[in-house]
């Protein structure tokens, strides 16, 4: 008997297995009740069909109920109608299980239905919501256009900015702020504040995916904003950067130009510039010049010093204050240098041709005190061999014309740079009035 009472257990659990399983596959999930009341059947029926009719969309399909269990058969328009039907039918109280043989119709008026109604309601919600996105559209071309109005006004970001270059500047960012406000204050009137986070995060990750590629230009512009607000040299300023020497053409958005002693163009990127150690032989009125000359060994050092001194104070262009130096450089196999230095006002006289002269005339002084510049040579001299002394007049400039130094030599790389900058003067951002650093 218990081999017979265990063998009946294990089959209705076979047997109600896949009911129990039904809740993976839409079907009702929980224990079965053990009713055989055919008005319950009735009543699940009825209270199915009321929920289709009044739902609507399933008019050709039917529900029968035996023990529960809910058959549906007929057919519908659209596929996920046959899915929502059996979901809905797995929550009415009381269905064990569903058979759904409900398939969707092969009839083409009746499968665009629910399409042209879908479109209907849509066009209808549409009208309704048109004039409310018409005033949200004139209310951000109304911001919109302010903003470009206030942008292009001369006043008063021509006076705030340093330069015109900093004045667009000032112009976008404005430009920028009133689009954004635009869109915050359309989607605002259109209940649609939600999507601004989604754009400003789209715009965000798009801006650093661009930052990153396009680097060296970003880095290049924020050099040209600081080196146009700092200003470290102005136009025709003679400048060194990184062993490049020239004149100052102008300044861009991109690179500085100079215009080398050669006559050739240097473009240096702005990152370079403003990261590197700049020389500015210009700002400052005066500046020195120096040179090295060779004498002989057994030459009277002293003599030779004033000499040099005496001719280089003697000359017209060489200022008396910082006075002029000489000394003894170095001594070589054959050789003593003498290092010569002397100021000068720069704004009135030719650097190279300045220094140039001062060498000519040091060296016609030498020549006249029988000062000797040996080539690198090795002479054997017996002690009987003696040298008559130098002389110890020194031939001053007053004996010697002195060469016109004045800046007239540099004329013509003057009119070059000017030229360029008349043409390009929309595209500079260097200005002669503007703050120096």
Same mark, same amino acid.
């Given at each position: 008997?218990?081999?017979?009472?265990?063998?009946?257990?294990?089959?209705?659990?076979?047997?109600?297995?896949?009911?129990?399983?039904?809740?993976?596959?839409?079907? !009702?999930?929980?224990?079965? /009740?053990?009713?055989?009341?055919?008005?319950?059947?009735?009543?699940?029926?009825?209270?199915?069909?009321?929920?289709?009719?009044?739902?609507?969309?399933?008019?050709?399909?039917?529900?029968?109920?035996?023990?529960?269990?809910?058959?549906?058969?007929?057919?519908?328009?659209?596929?996920?109608?046959?899915?929502?039907?059996?979901?809905?039918?797995?929550?009415?109280?009381?269905?064990?299980?569903?058979?759904?043989?409900?398939?969707?119709?092969?009839?083409?008026?009746?499968?665009?239905?629910?399409?042209?109604?879908? %479109?209907?309601?849509?066009?209808?919600?549409?009208?309704?919501?048109?004039?409310?996105?018409?005033?949200?559209?004139?209310?951000?071309?109304?911001?919109?256009?302010?903003?470009?109005?206030? /942008?292009?006004?001369?006043?008063?970001?021509?006076?705030? $900015? !340093?330069?015109?270059?900093?004045?667009?500047?000032?112009?976008?960012?404005?430009?920028?702020?009133?689009?954004?406000?635009?869109?915050?204050?359309?989607? *605002?009137?259109?209940? $649609?504040?939600?999507?601004?986070?989604?754009?400003?995060? $789209?715009?965000?990750?798009?801006?650093?995916?661009?930052?990153?590629?396009?680097?060296?230009?970003?880095?290049?512009?924020?050099?040209?904003?600081?080196?146009?607000?700092?200003?470290?040299?102005?136009?025709?300023?003679?400048?060194?950067?990184?062993?490049?020497?020239?004149?100052?053409?102008?300044?861009?958005?991109?690179?500085?130009?100079?215009?080398?002693?050669?006559?050739?163009?240097?473009?240096?990127?702005?990152?370079?510039?403003?990261?590197?150690?700049?020389?500015?032989?210009?700002?400052?009125?005066?500046?020195?010049?120096?040179?090295?000359?060779?004498?002989?060994?057994?030459?009277?050092?002293?003599?030779?010093?004033?000499?040099?001194?005496?001719?280089?104070?003697?000359?017209?262009?060489?200022?008396?204050?910082?006075?002029?130096?000489?000394?003894?450089?170095?001594?070589?196999?054959?050789?003593?240098?003498?290092?010569?230095?002397?100021?000068?006002?720069?704004?009135?006289?030719? %650097?190279?041709?300045?220094?140039?002269?001062?060498?000519?005339?040091?060296?016609?002084?030498?020549?006249? $005190?029988?000062?000797?510049?040996?080539? !690198?040579?090795?002479?054997?001299?017996?002690?009987?061999?003696?040298?008559? !002394? /130098?002389?110890?007049?020194?031939?001053?400039?007053?004996?010697?014309?002195?060469?016109?130094?004045?800046?007239?030599?540099?004329?013509?790389? *003057?009119?070059?740079?000017?030229?360029?900058?008349?043409?390009?003067?929309?595209?500079?951002?260097?200005?002669?009035?503007?703050?120096?650093?």
């Amino acid at each position: 008997m218990r081999f017979l009472a265990a063998f009946f257990l294990t089959l209705t659990i076979f047997l109600t297995g896949p009911l129990w399983a039904q809740d993976t596959n839409g079907q !009702p999930s929980g224990p079965i /009740a053990i009713e055989d009341d055919n008005v319950t059947d009735a009543a699940i029926a009825v209270r199915i069909r009321d929920i289709l009719a009044e739902i609507g969309g399933y008019e050709d399909v039917t529900v029968t109920v035996n023990a529960g269990i809910v058959t549906l058969r007929g057919q519908t328009a659209q596929l996920t109608d046959i899915e929502q039907l059996g979901a809905l039918v797995s929550r009415v109280e009381g269905v064990v299980a569903i058979r759904n043989q409900v398939v969707t119709t092969s009839d083409l008026v009746e499968r665009l239905d629910p399409t042209i109604d879908r %479109f209907r309601d849509r066009w209808d919600q549409f009208l309704l919501f048109l004039p409310l996105a018409l005033v949200a559209l004139g209310a951000f071309l109304l911001i919109v256009f302010l903003g470009i109005f206030i /942008a292009r006004l001369r006043q008063p970001w021509d006076r705030l $900015a !340093p330069n015109a270059f900093i004045a667009d500047i000032y112009r976008q960012v404005l430009r920028l702020a009133f689009l954004i406000a635009a869109i915050v204050i359309a989607l *605002d009137i259109l209940g $649609a504040t939600a999507l601004l986070g989604t754009i400003l995060g $789209a715009a965000g990750i798009i801006g650093l995916a661009i930052g990153f590629a396009v680097r060296d230009t970003v880095e290049n512009f924020i050099a040209s904003i600081m080196l146009s607000i700092r200003q470290p040299f102005r136009p025709n300023d003679v400048i060194e950067i990184e062993g490049d020497i020239g004149k100052v053409i102008r300044l861009t958005s991109r690179a500085t130009i100079l215009l080398s002693f050669d006559g050739n163009h240097i473009r240096i990127p702005n990152s370079t510039v403003f990261k590197s150690r700049i020389v500015n032989f210009t700002r400052n009125a005066e500046r020195r010049f120096q040179f090295d000359l060779g004498v002989a060994p057994n030459t009277d050092l002293t003599q030779a010093k004033t000499i040099a001194q005496h001719t280089l104070n003697g000359l017209p262009f060489v200022l008396q204050d910082p006075p002029v130096s000489v000394w003894i450089e170095a001594i070589g196999d054959s050789t003593i240098s003498i290092r010569s230095t002397a100021w000068i006002n720069q704004y009135e006289s030719s %650097f190279a041709q300045a220094r140039g002269e001062a060498i000519r005339l040091v060296m016609s002084a030498f020549d006249a $005190a029988n000062i000797s510049m040996p080539e !690198p040579t090795y002479r054997l001299m017996s002690i009987m061999d003696q040298t008559e !002394p /130098a002389s110890t007049a020194a031939q001053t400039p007053a004996d010697t014309e002195v060469d016109d130094v004045t800046r007239e030599h540099d004329a013509s790389l *003057d009119r070059i740079i000017e030229e360029e900058r008349v043409e390009q003067a929309d595209n500079d951002l260097l200005s002669k009035e503007g703050k120096e650093e």
